[in-house]
């Protein structure tokens, strides 16, 4: 026993040049930013502004960041795996030994996952919400902060692996008897399992606080069916996170025990059973993707009607399927492995549960088809997304139905056809409702639109990227093609493979252009600017206010009437060509900012750290130090500031200055 | 151009005739069958629903002056209720497919034959396949062969981590777990040579876990069962604590003798019996013609 654990300069991967140099290059990144913002003395700005703001929307913001750079880090492994499956054929083993090239795909599906989708889903919920609820903050914004601290402070794990010892080798879900001490005895699997339960805490807080806020904390008159469906679908998903992630935190705690004390929950001797982890990741892993798919849907919903120029199409039975699937995607969870034998009763009542989830997703669909039906359509970027969504994710469905049918699912299960499928309702679902909800919300954020034409660009590559990238993997599904192969053995899969790999290559050509748009837009913000905060003729109560929206949303809290808040107040500002009389302003108390988030997540890490490496006194101290923070917070005197009547009505009268024009305008245009 | 068309059709047709869409028995032909009728009637479904969408999108465009503008046109009982109807029809029409067919192709379910199955045992082992032939008393590794026509009865279990046996051409798969025995029923009607692989990552080793199945006529089998016994590699104790050694890649082997309980020895995680029985050249073979 050392002082520093099993960690070692051979935990540096001086022999490998890939993770090394990757490595160097990410430190000297992270260090020039570092310089940079010291030099443009941006550092107290983003303490104040969004490390330690309890503001839902920044805290939004900062997730959304931290999905982009993750979104970055994911795909460079998607593209390594391709690269290597398009080399590695036949004779030649490519440029990835199977020791790294598990570890990549291992990463992928963990960070795309609980990096990238979660923290968009996740941000655009704390964006929006609130806003769409007519509120000022969350129930619970300190709790927010520290959420969002918790989950990059995973993220931060994850990407340590890749300079300090090694990531997991066992597929993102890390399955025993392989991510047991006995077939992986590294600190792979200990980096996975501490960085999800840190980040899991961070999650199930989030859960708590939306649940509560949803449930709780509303504008007047705005009763639960008058809610916004994004604000139904975010409810749905906190739900099944309440839900589901406990279970994930225990699944992980107890192979933590097997690993780290020698307990027998799911080792191959002394009484355990693997089978039973297979059954509790996927209590937790179904609903979950349910949790991403969930505020997805609600993201197209705000999208079609907005664009269409009309109200959503059958708002209650949008909101009844919604709770259907909710409720539904727990009872699925053993469709993940019909393999297992459990026999033809129990295979067919789940393969029928799960499809009976087609049924409300199916409703959505034509919901959607409907609120387009009879629409003055606009085709901006966000539409482009909902309808290349619609397009694609009921071929996602019927190949996710496929997979449902036990029979079928014999002969296509864990093969090149099921990655296919799963990625055509993540990246067709997640990460296309993702890309409509950036671009439909980054004006209300930042005040000014994102570049049009460069957007529909980047629409283009997902779009064609994606269909290049997974189609040839149904039919190598169909070949006998499973998946995680670091070696080909069949050369004749090569033209497929490269067509993946071409795929894979124009989508990160969109991920470029991402950023190449953000950058332009920024540049050209002059000409872009929102002056009206409601740029796109919004239909909820988030485009009432201006953008970027101040710290407390509302001046006065909106009074609700009728299912699309703000559409009704406009269309009645329009016809009468007045705004409703002013009201009496009051000072307004906000929480304030809190450093407890940001510390409470360093002591996290560093107890992670230590745990990954056995360094025990370090562990101990990491969780003093996490606890004591809290302790320091309970004993606060000051709980919130009080923004003074003056400033209030200062902003709220240059607001209606402002609606006023605005209403002027639309007025004559009608 | 033409060319181009007749090279992309002839693509499509091999494309189409593969892994398990060129089933080689009743089980892989009755699942193919399942996925062609299930895709077809969710086609029918899907295809009209695209079509409308980019229809719907396309008429009724900001420009378009002659489609009708309905800002307030947000519900239809009418609707709602075949927009319900649709999916709920064709999961209860699946939901039939499903029940039934998973009844019918339940891999522990022995299959329909009038001779009696050749019972092979299956381990999966770090990282290759063990098949033990306990009527004929013989092993083999990444090397299944099979008499034509005949069901096989696997018994399969894993001496390491999870894995799954999967030979495309003839149907279902099945994980491979330690500590467990699991069953599948599969059947061969064509012979030749078909592809087996895992389909459950197990490791470093894990692309190597490739195997051949060899499905021959039954006289040939018999032979082949008989050549295979004059194999000098023993599988007992010794045998199968050297065989156990991670390897991958490995070239197909044959063992002539095999400890009689070696399977349930495995599944018991036990020392394996350190014994082989002495040859028998005249037990008959189960699976051959008298």
């Known amino acids: 026993m050392t002082l520093f ?42 303490w104040h502004e969004y490390i330690t703001s309890t503001d839902h929307k920044k805290i939004g913001i900062m997730y959304i960041v931290l999905g982009l750079v993750m979104l970055v880090r994911g795909f460079a492994d998607a593209i390594m795996m391709r690269a290597q499956q398009s080399l590695a054929i036949g004779a030649s083993q490519g440029y990835l030994p199977p020791e790294h090239y598990n570890q990549i795909f291992t990463a992928h599906g963990t960070i795309m996952i609980f990096f990238v989708a979660m923290p968009f889903v996740i941000g655009f919920m704390n964006f929006v919400v609130p806003l769409q609820l007519g509120v000022r903050d969350v129930a619970f914004p300190t709790m927010n902060n520290v959420s969002f601290w918790l989950t990059a402070s995973g993220a931060l794990l994850v990407n340590l692996s890749l300079f300090l010892g090694e990531f997991a080798r066992t ?16 600190v792979g699997v200990d980096y996975y399992l501490v960085a999800l339960q840190i980040s899991g805490v961070g999650t199930v807080l989030t859960g708590v606080n939306f649940v509560t806020t949803i449930l709780k904390i509303r504008a007047p008159g705005m009763s639960y069916l008058r809610m916004p469906v994004f604000c139904w679908t975010s409810l749905a998903s906190n739900l099944l996170i309440i839900a589901a992630f406990p279970v994930l ?89 019909f393999t297992m034998g459990a026999g033809a009763d129990v295979n067919a009542v789940f393969g029928i549960a799960s499809m009976i989830i087609g049924i409300p ?77 950036y671009t439909y919300w980054f004006p209300k954020a930042f005040g000014f639109t994102l570049d049009e034409r460069i957007g529909k660009w980047i629409f283009w590559c997902w779009f ?104 009704t ?38 107890c992670g750290f230590a745990l990954i490496w056995y360094i025990w006194w370090l562990a101990i101290l990491g969780l003093i130090g996490a606890f004591a923070i809290f302790v320091w917070y309970a004993w606060r005197d000051e709980h919130e500031h009080v923004i003074p009547v003056e400033e209030v009505r200062a902003n709220a009268r240059e607001r209606r200055r402002i609606r006023m024009e605005h209403l002027h305008t639309l007025s004559q245009s009608t | 151009m033409r060319r181009f068309c007749i090279a992309a059709a002839s693509l499509l047709v091999a494309g189409c005739n593969r892994g398990i869409l060129d089933p080689v028995g009743p089980v892989g032909a009755a699942e193919k069958q399942i996925l062609i009728n299930s895709t077809a009637i969710m086609l029918a479904i899907i295809v009209p629903t695209m079509i409308a969408t980019i229809a719907f999108a396309f008429w009724f465009r900001r420009g378009n002056s002659k489609a009708t503008y309905r800002p307030d046109w947000e519900y239809s009982g009418a609707i709602e209720m075949v927009v319900w109807a649709i999916p709920a029809l064709t999961v209860m029409l699946l939901g039939g497919i499903a029940w039934i067919g998973s009844h019918d192709l339940e891999p522990s379910k022995s299959l329909k034959s009038a001779s009696p199955p050749l019972n092979v045992e299956v381990v999966s082992l770090d990282w290759k396949w063990l098949f033990i032939y306990p009527d004929q008393g013989i ?152």
Not at chain 1, 411 to 433: D, M, R, T
Not at chain 2, 193 to 212: I, R, T, V
């Open chain 2, 139 to 290: 092993a083999t590794v990444n090397q299944l062969v099979i008499p034509a026509g005949t069901p096989v009865s696997f018994h399969l279990t894993s001496a390491t981590v999870w894995n799954a046996f999967w030979v495309p051409q003839m149907g279902s798969m099945i994980y491979t777990m330690p500590r467990m025995a699991t069953r599948l029923n599969l059947q061969a009607d064509r012979q030749g040579a078909f592809n087996g692989l895992s389909g459950h990552f197990s490791g470093d080793g894990f692309p190597g876990m490739q195997f051949q199945v060899q499905s021959l006529p039954a006289d040939q089998f018999a032979m082949w069962a008989q050549a295979a016994r004059g194999s000098d590699l023993k599988l007992d104790g010794a045998g199968y604590a050297q065989l156990s050694k991670p390897s991958s890649y490995v070239k197909p082997m044959t063992y002539g003798a095999v400890a009689p309980g070696l399977f349930d020895a495995i599944v018991a995680d036990r020392a394996p019996p350190n014994t082989v029985p002495a040859p028998q050249h005249n037990k008959p073979v189960p699976g051959s013609k008298p």
């Open chain 1, 5 to 46: 654990g099993r960690l070692t300069w051979s935990a540096i991967p001086f022999d490998q040049p890939i993770p090394l140099i990757t490595s160097l290059v990410v430190a000297l990144a992270l260090v020039g930013v570092a310089i940079w913002i010291t030099r443009i003395k941006a550092w107290p700005y983003l």
């Open chain 1, 569 to 606: 107040r406009k269309q009645t500002a329009i016809k009468e060509d007045r705004l409703i009389d002013e009201p009496n302003y009051q000072p307004i108390e906000m929480p304030l900012n809190t450093p407890v988030g940001v510390i409470c997540a360093f002591f996290a890490s560093v």
């Open chain 1, 249 to 337: 935190t225990v699944t992980l705690a107890l192979l933590m025990l097997d690993r780290y004390l020698g307990f027998h929950f799911f080792t191959n001797d002394g009484g355990g059973n693997s089978m039973l982890y297979m059954n509790l990741i996927w209590v937790w892993g179904h609903p979950e993707v349910y949790i991403l798919i969930l505020p997805a849907f609600g993201i197209y919903s705000e999208v079609v009607s907005t664009f269409s120029g009309k109200p959503l199409f059958g708002y209650r039975s949008m909101v009844f399927a919604t709770l259907a699937i909710c409720i539904i995607s727990f009872m699925v969870w053993l469709h993940h492995f």
């Open chain 1, 361 to 437: 997703t199916g409703v959505k669909i034509y919901n959607w088809l409907f609120t387009i039906y009879g629409g003055r359509v606009r085709f901006n970027v966000p539409m482009y997304y909902a309808i290349g969504f619609m397009l694609t994710f009921v071929i996602g469905g019927l190949t996710g139905i496929l997979l449902a049918i036990p029979p079928v699912d014999f002969v296509v299960h864990n093969s090149l056809f099921l990655v296919a499928h799963f990625h055509q309702v993540i990246i067709g679902g997640v990460v296309f409702a993702v890309m409509a909800g």
């Open chain 1, 171 to 186: 597929g993102w879900l890390g399955f025993p008897p392989l991510s047991e001490r006995a077939f992986s005895p590294g």
């Open chain 1, 464 to 567: 064609i990227g994606f269909h290049l990238a997974f189609m040839p993997l149904y039919v190598l599904g169909f070949w006998g093609a499973t998946r995680r192969m670091q070696h080909i053995s069949d050369p004749t899969w090569a033209p497929l493979l490269n067509v993946a790999f071409v795929g894979a290559a124009i989508i990160g050509l969109g991920i470029a252009l991402t950023v190449v748009q953000l950058l332009y837009s920024i540049k050209t913000r002059e000409r872009r600017r929102d002056i009206t905060g409601d740029p796109w003729d919004g239909r909820t109560l988030e485009w009432l206010t201006l953008s970027p929206p101040p710290h407390y949303n509302f001046a006065v809290l909106p009074d609700v009437h009728g299912e699309e808040a703000y559409w």
